[in-house]
């Protein structure tokens, strides 16, 4: 199987520092900073943000694979994973991951699409990996 890195720099206390995550790739780069992460400043992003991405793309993958492999051919899938990071007695943690997918799919009645929708939040590798998180919800609306 593949291999990926990415890597985080930061530089100075927790509330006046600042650090810049990348991917092994080079196709990302992004500064965060204690405001871009626990507040409401978008001038940079934050861990949370990351983990959105990559779930929404695991997960837009992921259904794709199930329904080719079954023989129906998206045309588009998009997703949105909007995170909740909240607070426990051991400090911040992600409470809660809200996906929002809609997609076109020629050909597929919407009972199939649905459980082709739940199948791929349980299986794609980023939700497996955060199975720790209290609650992953998903809306999946078919287009068409």
Avoid at 56 to 78: K, R, V
Avoid at 128 to 141: C, G, K, S
């Amino acid at each position: 199987m593949t291999v990926r890195q990415s890597t985080a720099t930061w530089k100075g206390t927790l509330k006046e520092g600042n650090g810049l995550m990348k991917s092994g790739s080079g196709h990302f780069a992004g500064p965060f900073t204690f405001a871009s992460r626990f507040e409401e400043d978008e001038k940079g992003t934050n861990p949370e943000e990351m983990i959105g991405a990559a779930h929404a793309g695991c997960y837009s993958m992921f259904l794709s694979a199930l329904l080719s492999n079954n023989g129906f051919n998206p045309t588009q899938i998009e997703t949105t994973a909007t995170v909740h990071l909240g607070r426990d007695d051991s400090g911040p943690l992600i409470t809660k991951i809200e996906l929002v997918m809609e997609a076109a799919v020629p050909g597929l009645e919407e009972e199939a699409f649905l459980d082709f929708a739940q199948k791929a939040k349980a299986g794609c590798p980023i939700s497996r990996a955060l199975a720790a998180v209290p609650e992953i919800t998903l809306q999946a609306t078919l287009l068409g």
